[in-house]
């Protein structure tokens, strides 16, 4: 899943973020893009057992104690802590299995994909996002779109 149409419509389609490994310190990775991807209308779920809050979020210590629908698994842990990750999301009706950059898990790549799920890995939400809905600006001249394709 790395082509600019299925990422798009990945995008798209995901409402719900549940992001494993959210940190709650404001110059971690992981809560830099969740405050951009709430700020740009998505429900951000942290995951986290460390937290009780995070971003104004009730914060749940692993996926099956989510009670509500989460479209996108977003992961900001090892890679090699994937494989149960990926099995909770696809338990829980997960729509996508995001793995962020830097981690990637054929493991839980052939379990996400075995079970139904979109499966994207080494790649950034907040990037990618900003990338194809025009949020990135090169020397203030704000393109709105960093692609050779037309949006669809």
Partial sequence: MSTITQLRRILKESHTIAIVGLSADWYRPS???AK???E????IIPVNPKYTEILGEKCYPDLKS???KVDMVDVFRKSADCAPIAH???TIGAKVLWLQIGVENDEARDIAQKGGLAFVQNRCVKIEYARLFGGLSWFGVNTRIISARRPV
């Avoid at 740009?40 to 429900?43: A, N, V």
């Fill in 36 to 38: 951009y991807m709430q």
């Fill in 40 to 43: 740009h209308g998505f429900r």
């Fill in 88 to 90: 909770e999301a696809v």
């Fill in 31 to 33: 809560y830099f893009a």
């Fill in 66 to 68: 989510i009670p509500d």
